[in-house]
């Protein structure tokens, strides 16, 4: 039911604002919508929004700021980083420091008309880096406070959203009423409005109370709430009278409540995250999910709860406050302690059923049972748990930091470990370097080396992905140090494993043959079917690094072979990549062609966004080979893209280069040189200088035609990059270069 209540002073005010944008007036671009809790702030900014959003071509950013949440408040650093994701930063780009991240924000809107809405505001500190520098941007801030320092030093201009009208409090209560109860007197609903101080909120509340009760008398209702009032008046401190007239409001609906219902509300604000499964309310409360459908629907009828999905819910901030203030005054510390481990026990087996299917390959934690009062997710597909992951990865972070705040170290570091292999395939590696970290100090603190291995290779696996190749080599280097102290000879040759694919990134060929062969001792002594394929595969994709393509082509059908018996489809499609690169290098675009399709299909069966990513830029290359330039560009673009929302720079920088070889490939080569360049900018930021010799090379190639001179100096500095690297592919490209130099000199 849409029960938006006029406002149409304020509505006018924010009309006013693009009025006089459109009339060429200079105005102020910040707006600071304040006002007390429960005054509809948020709906009044959202409502307007959807309607002038045609007034804003380039979009609109929204962040809940989280100001007044009993959690963890959003900092501006965060804001940014989502700011600049949607934006179309990658993760890895964005800068750490605050003030880089909002120079680079405020450069990629100055030529932009962007709606800008930072709602839930405490302080001007989240609030001024998020400010546009200039432009045709606009900024609309909702706040309990007159954030007076963005008037002074920014020149915001205020709308200070009081209490409705009368007349509108009124139309609210009628209008949530409609068809529930008789018309009622229009003095006794005024009389109701005024006890909850004609805000929002607290009318929607006592409205809905009023709604659910059709033959009880008004007279008896405002009697119940007068009652409350006065004795919460007896209580208060008089400092907010709205504040208080709210909690009034809260209260009596809260005691409106069957035993079962009031006790899982209060119970849910001890909920870490912020929107919440049906499922997960179940076990924070010990309820049977059927009998907790009932409460919860209950608790959404009082209003006092928001469904936001089919069993999934959240609660307004200053709900969620008087929840949680509720837990601590009624239920006791254990009570309370046991109703989080409850939880977080549901977390940890369900992610652990997820992981079944999600990563079939890895190993699982020893886990005890579940406890006996908890009901577990089970999934039937692979679709399934992907389906859960992802909606639930938003609460992932804060059941880990959860568990270590309230002592149960265990429990995080476990949480930490399973929740790495339930994570979604779309996710960036950059989300769980902090959940991983709060999981292998939770582990340090228990003593458990085991633990600390583990977590230490998830953060190495992170690391190398993002492309912090020092980061990550130092993890690992740990976790094999910590391995070899505890005996796990599984978790040594599995970090070996990924040092020689950090090895194998920055094209140190030798060092990943060494490590790559000695996981593969390893896994072979301990019979691991499984990861032997997987280390085979790696040497294969060494093998055919290097250029000795023979040798590459034995250990692929090796590793196809044993992917294949094992039915594990993700090393299946890596392998696939593999051999497809490999017949396209032999001149079998056919075969190439067949092994890439068959790859692809796998990584989006499994919904693996860095997989599809990577085996993308194959694809993009069989195309181009096969002249199909247009198909080809539509890949390079797809993978570009998806590497830049997962945080890859180097990957997304492959994805240019093979753009710029299609461009040259159709005699384009004044786009072919922009985006080569593009490339050569990121491999010399990265410092990967075997990347950068071929980007120059294929840039030279690309400039050749309309500037020789230029083209030469790019030859020239690729050699010098190449220079430390003695393999066959290197040497082979050597010598073409100095080749191409020498005729260019006679």
């Known amino acids: 039911m849409n029960t938006f209540v006029n406002r149409s002073d304020e509505l006018g005010q924010l009309n006013a604002v693009i009025a006089d944008r459109h009339g060429g007036r200079v105005v102020v671009s910040v707006h600071v919508v304040a006002g007390t809790a429960g005054a509809g702030?948020?709906?009044?900014?959202?409502?307007?929004?959807?309607?002038?959003?045609?007034?804003?071509?380039?979009?609109?950013?929204?962040?809940?700021?989280?100001?007044?949440?009993?959690?963890?408040?959003?900092?501006?650093?965060?804001?940014?980083?989502?700011?600049?994701?949607?934006?179309?930063?990658?993760?890895?780009?964005?800068?750490?420091d605050v003030d880089d991240a909002a120079a680079m924000y405020r450069s990629l809107i100055a030529n932009r008309r962007v709606l800008?809405?930072?709602?839930?505001?405490?302080?001007?500190?989240?609030?001024?880096?998020?400010?546009?520098?200039?432009?045709?941007?606009?900024?609309?801030?909702?706040?309990?406070?007159?954030?007076?320092?963005?008037?002074?030093?920014?020149?915001?201009?205020?709308?200070?959203?009081?209490?409705?009208?009368?007349?509108?409090?009124?139309?609210?209560?009628r209008a949530v009423t409609k068809g529930y109860r008789p018309e009622d007197d229009g003095d006794k609903l005024a009389e109701l409005a005024h006890l909850c101080a004609r805000l929002p909120l607290a009318l929607r509340i006592a409205a809905e109370r009023a709604a659910s009760h059709p033959h009880m008398r008004l007279d008896d209702l405002i009697s119940d709430l007068r009652d409350q009032s006065a004795l919460w008046d007896a209580l208060s401190t008089g400092i907010d009278d709205e504040a208080e007239a709210v909690r009034s409001v809260f209260t009596w609906s809260y005691r409106a409540l069957s035993t079962h219902s009031a006790r899982l509300f209060r119970l849910l604000g001890l909920f870490p995250g912020t929107a919440f499964s049906l499922p997960a309310a179940a076990a924070l409360g010990e309820v049977t999910p059927s009998r907790t459908r009932r409460l919860l629907d209950d608790l959404v009828g009082a209003h006092l709860l928001e469904q936001t999905a089919p069993d999934r819910f959240q609660f307004h901030d200053l709900l969620r406050a008087y929840a949680t203030d509720l837990a601590q005054a009624e239920e006791s510390p254990d009570q309370r302690q046991a109703a989080r481990r409850r939880v977080l026990n549901w977390y940890l087996h369900t992610a652990d059923a997820a992981q079944t299917w999600l990563?079939?390959?890895?190993?699982?934690?020893?886990?005890p049972g579940p406890l006996p009062e908890i009901t577990p997710l089970v999934f039937t597909?692979?679709?399934?748990?992907?389906?859960?992951?992802e909606r639930e990865q938003g609460n992932f972070l804060p059941v880990v930091r959860d568990a270590a705040r309230n002592g149960m170290d265990e429990t995080a570091w476990q949480l930490a470990t399973i929740l790495w292999f339930a994570r979604p395939g779309s996710s960036s590696e950059r989300d769980w370097l902090e959940l991983s970290r709060i999981g292998w100090?939770?582990?340090?603190?228990?003593?458990?080396?085991?633990?600390?291995?583990?977590?230490?290779?998830n953060m190495g696996i992170a690391h190398r992905v993002l492309n912090n190749f020092s980061e990550g080599l130092d993890a690992l280097e740990r976790a094999v140090a910590l391995a070899r102290s505890?005996?796990?000879?599984?978790?040594?040759?599995?970090?070996?494993?990924?040092?020689?694919?950090?090895?194998?990134?920055?094209?140190?060929?030798?060092?990943?043959?060494?490590?790559?062969?000695?996981?593969?001792?390893?896994?072979?002594?301990?019979?691991?079917?499984?990861?032997?394929?997987?280390?085979?595969?790696?040497?294969?994709?060494?093998?055919?690094?290097?250029?000795?393509?023979?040798?590459?082509?034995?250990?692929?059908?090796?590793?196809?072979?044993?992917?294949?018996?094992?039915?594990?489809?993700?090393?299946?499609?890596?392998?696939?990549?593999i051999a497809a690169a490999l017949r396209l290098e032999e001149g079998a675009t056919d075969a190439a062609r067949r092994s890439i399709d068959e790859a692809?299909?796998?990584?989006?069966?499994?919904?693996?966004?860095?997989?599809?990513?990577?085996?993308?830029?194959?694809?993009?290359?069989?195309?181009?080979?096969?002249?199909?330039?247009?198909?080809?560009?539509?890949?390079?673009?797809?993978?570009?893209?998806?590497?830049?929302?997962?945080?890859?720079?180097?990957?997304?920088?492959?994805?240019?280069?093979?753009?710029?070889?299609?461009?040259?490939?159709?005699?384009?080569?004044?786009?072919?040189?922009?985006?080569?360049?593009?490339?050569?900018?990121?491999?010399?930021d990265l410092g990967d200088t075997w990347q950068l010799a071929?980007?120059?090379?294929?840039?030279?190639?690309?400039?050749?035609?309309?500037?020789?001179?230029?083209?030469?100096?790019?030859?020239?500095?690729?050699?010098?990059?190449?220079?430390?690297?003695?393999?066959?592919?290197?040497?082979?490209?050597?010598?073409?270069?100095?080749?191409?130099?020498?005729?260019a000199a006679g």
Do not use: C
Not at 441 to 457: F, N, P, S
């Open 41 to 96: 702030k948020t709906s009044l900014v959202l409502h307007w929004a959807h309607q002038v959003k045609e007034q804003f071509p380039d979009g609109q950013l929204f962040v809940n700021l989280r100001g007044y949440d009993p959690g963890e408040p959003v900092t501006a650093a965060q804001a940014l980083q989502r700011f600049l994701r949607a934006l179309g930063v990658a993760p890895a780009e964005v800068p750490q």
């Open 116 to 173: 800008i809405l930072l709602d839930n505001a405490a302080t001007v500190s989240q609030v001024r880096p998020l400010l546009p520098g200039g432009g045709d941007s606009l900024v609309v801030v909702t706040s309990r406070s007159r954030l007076a320092g963005l008037s002074v030093r920014d020149g915001a201009h205020r709308i200070t959203l009081g209490t409705l009208p009368e007349p509108e409090a009124v139309a609210l209560l």
């Open 359 to 367: 990563y079939p390959s890895e190993d699982h934690l020893r886990l």
């Open 381 to 389: 597909d692979y679709n399934a748990a992907a389906d859960w992951s």
């Open 441 to 457: 100090e939770a582990a340090t603190r228990r003593e458990d080396q085991r633990a600390q291995g583990r977590l230490l290779i």
């Open 486 to 577: 505890s005996q796990s000879r599984s978790d040594e040759a599995q970090a070996l494993n990924l040092m020689g694919l950090i090895y194998l990134r920055q094209r140190e060929l030798d060092l990943a043959d060494v490590h790559f062969g000695q996981a593969l001792s390893v896994f072979r002594d301990l019979g691991n079917a499984e990861r032997t394929a997987t280390v085979l595969s790696n040497i294969a994709s060494t093998r055919l690094s290097a250029g000795r393509l023979s040798e590459a082509a034995s250990v692929i059908d090796e590793a196809l072979a044993a992917h294949r018996a094992l039915a594990h489809r993700g090393g299946e499609g890596n392998v696939l990549r």
């Open 600 to 684: 692809l299909d796998i990584a989006l069966a499994l919904r693996d966004h860095t997989r599809e990513g990577y085996w993308l830029l194959t694809l993009g290359d069989v195309q181009r080979t096969a002249a199909q330039h247009g198909d080809a560009l539509t890949s390079y673009q797809r993978s570009a893209m998806l590497h830049r929302r997962l945080g890859d720079r180097s990957r997304e920088a492959l994805a240019w280069r093979g753009t710029g070889q299609t461009y040259a490939a159709m005699d384009r080569h004044g786009e072919a040189t922009t985006f080569h360049r593009r490339a050569a900018a990121v491999h010399r």
């Open 694 to 743: 071929l980007e120059l090379d294929h840039l030279a190639a690309a400039v050749h035609p309309e500037d020789p001179e230029t083209a030469r100096g790019h030859w020239i500095e690729a050699l010098t990059h190449l220079t430390p690297y003695t393999d066959p592919r290197a040497t082979s490209i050597r010598s073409r270069i100095e080749a191409l130099l020498t005729r």
